[in-house]
């Protein structure tokens, strides 16, 4: 128990401005109930058939734990586990993805890596392609993994509330969702546990049902959810609506969504079909159960309804109010202060966060203001940085263009933000120090953008000769945070967009050079 406390602490230690944390948590003390003879160690496949990152060979479970930023916070929690024929694990669409749109919603995420059927080669892919065509022979093969995939589903739900104190969680309010053998592992917690480990409530994902035999429903079961698509390609869909019926029969709190396109596996990819958004009904459905209430509300939230705040956002598109209050509160500089002010999106907003100390000694003034784009960033250029009297400006805009948050990117409207805010800045006497895009291979919210690490050099091409057209100080953040894939590595960024300490104190002696040289012009 020591091992997990340990851990747990290095979890929370660990939780960033973004809410997402990668801390991994062991679910037993040495090996396995049940296990104790494997000896294969987890692995990840990228180039195989599915065309999507795959783990298997898991013999030793876990969670990787994501957070919620602690305003947000609900006290919900929810086991994610992904699918795979307990063979391997769709760990992105139906495991990370998932993990971090419920970050969103103040929920926090625990992605299972539970048990598998061990893979004999480097493609598990194509080991399992050829069994899914007998499933009775596949389900006796997977029979014994079945029972300790389960196991661990329910060992996930008794750490998680075990701990539900540190980890800011309700204990009455910790459920468990899945996705095909997943969502085969969340009916078999969902129809077997002790008071310790039963689930709050359920949600398999187009479940493969029948591995169980007759469905009886517990005299306490839990809230349900399901869903599947129609033109499911492995039959699952009568599966999910037998479901439905025995939850119903049995007068539990139940709800079903059949999609009619979207096949076996959408989990969050897009397709441009309704599916693209199952998500969002899950959420409504919580939201009905009462998960979704804040444990912290703001004064904003006491005062006003959800429908009011949203009319607000809605009516503050560039959310000019962000930092109203602050600038009000911020003195006038003194006749020899170098005031800067750091003008960006998350990357921006999430550096404040991460390095204060860094902003302190400086006299750095953050104004970043997570998922922004150039156009955004434009309309609060005057209260945000003209009316601070900085002597430098750094402006670090565009990469949520290319993600195309607030529409369709076009580099030349983007750069054309960008040239008016340095136009803003120069007539105001305010020394500008343009910085790069950082590097991205992909966008973990919206990964139907293509190409994105060529877009974002394209972009940081035409920046750094605007910036030498027109005396400004160009600041490279990409060709110091760049890996081979022109991406950001783990270690300097965890999703890979956002950075962690390690990668702001890569950012934080360039940031300072470029400042130091713009004063001097």
Request: glycine share 8%; hydrophobic share 40%.
């Amino acid at each position: 128990m020591k091992t997990a406390i340990y851990a747990l602490i290095a979890l929370l230690t660990l939780t960033g401005a973004t809410g997402y944390t990668q801390q991994v948590i062991q679910l037993y003390e040495g090996k396995a109930p049940g296990s104790e003879s494997w000896t294969w160690g987890e692995k990840e496949s990228v180039n195989n058939a599915f065309k999507t990152r795959t783990v298997y060979n898991v013999s030793q479970p876990t969670l990787t734990a994501y957070l919620p930023k602690p305003e947000i916070a609900t006290g919900t929690a929810v086991i994610v586990a992904p699918g795979g024929a307990f063979h391997i694990l769709s760990i992105d669409s139906e495991g990370i993805e998932v993990a971090k749109w419920l970050n969103s919603k103040g929920v926090a995420a625990f992605v299972l890596k539970y048990r598998l059927v061990r893979s004999l080669t480097d493609d598990p892919v194509a080991e399992l392609m050829p069994k899914m065509r007998d499933f009775k022979k596949l389900d006796e093969e997977n029979a014994p993994v079945v029972e300790m995939a389960v196991a661990d589903g329910k060992k996930a739900i008794e750490y998680v509330r075990t701990h539900a104190k540190e980890l800011d969680i309700l204990p009455n309010q910790i459920g468990i969702m899945g996705f095909s053998a997943g969502g085969a592992l969340t009916l078999g917690v969902g129809l077997s546990y002790t008071a310790a480990n039963r689930p709050d409530f359920i949600a398999p994902i187009y479940p493969k049902t029948d591995i169980f035999g007759e469905i009886k429903v517990p005299a306490d079961a839990p809230p349900a959810w399901f869903c599947a698509a129609s033109d499911d390609q492995l039959g699952f869909a009568p599966h999910a609506t037998a479901l439905y019926d025995a939850w119903i029969a049995a007068k539990k709190i139940a709800e079903l969504h059949i999609y009619q396109k979207g096949g076996h596996g959408f989990g969050m990819n897009k397709q441009k079909i309704p599916t693209d958004t199952w998500y969002e009904r899950f959420g409504e459905w919580m939201k009905l159960q009462g998960y979704l209430k804040k444990l912290r509300p703001s004064a904003l939230d006491l005062k006003y309804s959800e429908e009011q705040i949203a009319s607000f956002q809605r009516n503050d598109w560039a959310y000019l109010s962000r930092y109203a209050e602050a600038n009000k509160k911020l003195p006038a500089p003194k006749a020899d202060e170098n005031r800067v002010v750091f003008l960006g999106n998350s990357i921006t907003e999430g550096w404040v966060n991460k390095q204060p100390e860094f902003f302190a000694k400086g006299n750095y003034i953050g104004r970043g203001i997570s998922g922004q784009t150039s156009p955004q960033a434009l309309l609060r250029f005057r209260p945000d940085v003209v009316e601070l009297k900085p002597k430098v400006v750094v402006i670090n805009i565009g990469i949520n263009d290319i993600a195309e948050n607030t529409g369709p990117y076009n580099p030349e409207f983007t750069l054309g933000n960008i040239a008016s805010m340095v136009e803003i800045a120069k007539a105001n006497q305010i020394k500008v120090v343009l910085a790069s895009v950082h590097p991205a291979f992909e966008f973990p919210w919206r990964k139907e953008i293509a190409d994105v690490p060529n877009k974002i050099i394209q972009l940081n091409e035409r920046l750094k000769a605007y910036a030498q057209k027109n005396g400004l100080v160009y600041l490279d953040y990409h060709a110091a945070m760049k890996d081979g894939r022109n991406g950001m590595s783990p270690e300097i960024a965890g999703d890979g967009v956002h950075p962690t300490l390690a990668g702001y104190q890569i950012m934080a002696p360039l940031a300072e050079k470029a400042i130091a040289e713009a004063l001097k012009k």
